[in-house]
C-alpha cells in the first residue's frame, strides 16, 4: 500500500522546502511517498503573527489541492502549526504540525524538555503551542539563538551558534531533550544531537512519522464535530477561490 504524505512548508522559501524534503525523505517507510511543497502565495518566512497570519490562506489551498489528488496526510512544517485547525477541517486524512509533533515526541525521552527557536519575539507564540497541547508540565523553558529564519541556512556559524544555545537552554532548564523551534534547523538535528550527549527532537522527522503511523492505523481526524468540513459559504475578493460549495 503507497502511503503519500504531503509536506507543506508555509513558508515560500525553495531551498527551506527542500531542506524540509530531505528530513521527511530521512523517515519515510518503503511504499510511502513525500510530496514537499510551498504556497504559491504568502511571506518567506515566518517570524511574527502577521507573517503567521498571511500564511495560512496559502496553506489551505495546499491542502485543498492534496484533497483533490488523493493525499493520505498531511505535514504541516513550521514550528507555529499554522492553520491546523482550519486543515483539519479541509482534509480527510491526518494533518500534524511540527510543533506539536516535536513537542509530544520530546515527552518520551525525560521528564522535560526546552525549546531554541529563532527570533525571541516568536518564544511567545511556542508558549502559547505549550498550553494549547497539555505539555506545560513537561516544557522547561522556550530560547532563542537570535538568527532569523532565512539566515540559517546563509550563517556560517549557524551551528556552533544553535550548538551553544541549546547547551545553554538544556544547561539552564535543567531539560532532558531539546525541540528544535524551526523546520529550518532539521538538517542541523544529527550534529546537534552528537555536540550536546542529549536528544535533540526535529519536527519535521516526528510528524513526518507521526502521519505515517496515524495512516498505518487508519486513524483520521473525526469528522463529525469541530472539525467538520468547512460550511458552504461565499469568500470575496482575494478569498474568492476558497469559497466552499456544499459537500
Ligand atoms: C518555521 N518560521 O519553522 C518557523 C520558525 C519560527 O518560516 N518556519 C518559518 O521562527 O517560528
Known amino acids: 500500500m503507497t502511503v503519500r504524505i504531503k509536506v507543506v512548508n508555509p513558508n515560500t522559501s525553495a531551498a527551506m522546502t ?99 527557536t529563532t527570533l525571541a519575539r516568536t518564544r511567545g507564540r511556542a508558549w502559547d503551542l505549550v498550553e494549547r497541547y497539555g505539555v506545560t508540565k513537561f516544557c522547561a523553558g522556550v530560547h532563542d539563538v537570535d538568527i532569523p529564519v532565512l539566515e540559517l541556512d546563509q550563517d556560517p556559524d549557524t551551528l556552533e551558534k544553535l550548538t551553544e544555545a541549546c547547551a545553554s537552554a538544556l544547561a539552564r532548564d535543567g531539560a532532558d531533550a531539546v525541540v528544535l523551534g524551526c523546520a529550518g534547523m532539521a538538517d542541523l538535528c544529527a550534529d546537534l544531537t552528537k555536540a550536546l550527549g542529549a536528544p535533540v527532537v526535529d519536527g519535521v522527522r516526528a510528524a513526518t512519522l507521526q502521519v505515517q503511523s496515524l495512516v498505518a492505523m487508519a486513524l483520521t481526524t473525526n469528522k463529525h464535530g469541530e472539525y467538520a468540513a468547512p460550511l458552504p459559504k461565499a469568500y470575496s475578493g482575494l478569498l474568492h477561490p476558497f469559497t466552499t460549495s456544499p459537500g
Open 18 to 116: 527542500r531542506g524540509i524534503h530531505g528530513a521527511a525523505l530521512a523517515v519515510a517507510a518503503p511504499g510511502t511517498t513525500i510530496e514537499s511543497t510551498s504556497p504559491a502565495m504568502g511571506p518567506a518566512s515566518i517570524e511574527s503573527h502577521y507573517d503567521e497570519a498571511l500564511s495560512v490562506p496559502g496553506v489551505l489551498a495546499e491542502v485543498a489541492e492534496g484533497e483533490r489528488s488523493g493525499v493520505d496526510g498531511y505535514v504541516l512544517a513550521c514550528f507555529g502549526d499554522p492553520g491546523l485547525d482550519a486543515a483539519r477541517e479541509l482534509a480527510a486524512g491526518p494533518v500534524v504540525g511540527i510543533a506539536e509533533a516535536a513537542m509530544r515526541t520530546a515527552t518520551y525521552l525525560g521528564r522535560t524538555f526546552t525549546v531554541v
